[in-house]
């Protein structure tokens, strides 16, 4: 099991953490520090609980936000698909109305691009 030692608002603290995963936890306390630092920035005397509680309150609000977004653009994508299928759907069937046009059923007559011969023929 890893471990990361990180500093907080000017407090260590030892995190534990998998094999692997200690850059990942750096990450994570960078920006609970950054929050961190924007709540100071804002002046006023904090308790550390009440820090801390800000700060959770600002990373909750980013979820969110996230989270709203995800689910705008998850929306969006599955309204999307059913009109791109009925297109494609469409688009299909006019390139096989103008193929059969061209080159109608029962006819020996290739079409540009047709390599194999014909039925009956050898």
Known sequence: MGQVTVRVNGYGHTIGCKDGEEAHVLELVSRIEAKTKLIRSMGGQFS??????????????????????????????????????????????????IAGALHPQGTDTPMPGDDAPAAGRG
């Open 48 to 97: 550390e609980s009440r820090m801390l509680l800000h700060v959770a309150l600002l990373l909750a609000d980013e979820a969110s936000d996230m989270q709203m977004e995800m689910a705008r653009l998850s929306a969006n994508a599955a309204a999307a698909d059913p009109r791109l299928a009925d297109r494609l759907t469409r688009i299909a069937e006019r390139i096989e109305g």
